[in-house]
């Protein structure tokens, strides 16, 4: 975790305004509450709000008086940090309604266990035809170890999504769901439904498993064939939808917006939600067997407004009816650019951990061959390799921070939505210019750049 130097420098003169015979033992719980607080943005620095509201967090009722006295002497509006802190904390504890896997402050990675896929996917960002050799067991098992140990020591944790192609078509998929679960690890399944068979639905469950996400792309059966290319799929996924429903999964379903079903968002939602599981839409990336299918299914700049447009419209509203629970909070969570502007520390505090590019802060991909991706979906890009090096190594380095921090190119690198939108899908403006920094292509902001 990173302290800008006024940052750092606040933080020192805060503290030196504590009475010597307690500044010892505030002093490092303020650090460590004010890097908390970052964590919970998803941020890899410390801002002064994070510094200030975390100041009145640690402070009992009792101190409080002198803490204002203090703060008030340093020219600080005191009113605003102490509603901050108030607001955090009880979005903080809206995360206990969908699980600790959710909460702010853990990574999560797309484990790519294999090629091998039982669906030919129009939209499939893997190459369908080429199946490369996979890792053991035991490769993965010392990739997880790897990267678990090194979040630990900076407070944090890591969720590990099982990936593919399909990683049911993994024989030892069960004993890597198991050995996570003996280790309390969080982790999740995605996959199309095909194989998720009661047994394995069963066996989550016992396993504690955080969430599953399943594929879910039309409410038309035939349109779904044509999609994902095999009769019935369906029908396979809303029978896994059904049955992970009934052993208390938290199911996810994963709608991949194209051209052929942007015109069915709502009643994907709307079908999703009677059956008890929370739609979760991204846009199509331009890669691989969905670059060859581009003309077919790619989104143009009016079809990603529109999918912006209906996305956020529930979320926003949401948050400023005073009704932004936990799974508003889940809808929030998606790469397309993000030009809302929050009108006050709740709107805030609502929409930031989650809005716009999470690449190496909140999410990344690991390969079949243990390389690392800076985002959860495959990129040209690779920052090293987690059987090779440590997680701690990777995180240390220029480019994870650069990504992380949202340095980007073009007119991103100018615009004044950029610190909550981060430039957009990253692995898509490299699939477009080849440059993982580049400006997002798809965006339709005016390139003005004014509030």
Known sequence: MEWPKEILDLYESITSQIPEMFRTTVKPMLH????????????????????????????????????????????????????????REEYKRTWSEIGEAFLPGNFHFTMYLTDRCNQRCLHCAADAKVHRPELSTDQWIQIIENVEQSLRKQGRRGVYIWFGGDPTLRKDLRDLIKYCGEKQYYQAVSTNGILLDESLIKLCAEQKMSHVFISFDTVYPEKAAKIRGVPNAYEAAEKAIKTSVKYGHFVICTTTVMKQNIDELDKIKKLLETWGAIPYFRAVIKQRNAAINWDEIGLNN??????????????????????????????????????????????????????????????????????????????????????????????????????????????????????????????????????????????????????
């Open 32 to 87: 460590e509450a004010a890097e908390e607080t970052a964590r919970l943005r998803n941020s890899g620095f410390v801002s002064r709000d994070d510094l200030l509201s975390s100041l009145f967090r640690i402070t009992p009722g009792a101190f409080q008086g002198t803490v204002v006295d203090d703060l008030t002497r340093l020219g600080i509006d005191i009113d605003k940090y102490i509603k901050l802190s108030e607001i």
């Open 302 to 451: 009016e079809e990603y407004r529109r999918f912006y447009d209906f996305k956020f419209q529930h979320v926003v509203e949401a948050v400023r009816s005073g009704n932004a629970t936990s799974l508003n909070k889940f809808y929030t969570y998606d790469m397309v650019p993000f030009m809302e502007c929050p009108l006050n520390d709740t709107e805030l505090t609502a929409l930031e951990w989650g809005v716009g590019c999470q690449a190496c802060r909140s999410v990344a991909g690991i390969d079949i061959n243990g390389d690392f991706f800076p985002c959860d979906y495959p990129s040209e890009l690779k920052l090293g390799n987690l059987l090779k090096q440590s997680f701690t190594e990777i995180m240390d380095s220029q480019l994870f921070k650069d990504i992380r921090d949202r340095k980007r190119t073009g007119k991103c690198a100018t615009c004044h939505h950029l610190a909550l939108c981060g430039g957009g899908c990253r692995v898509h403006a490299e699939c477009e210019t080849g440059d993982f920094f580049a400006s997002f292509p798809y965006c339709w902001h005016e390139d003005d750049h004014t509030p």
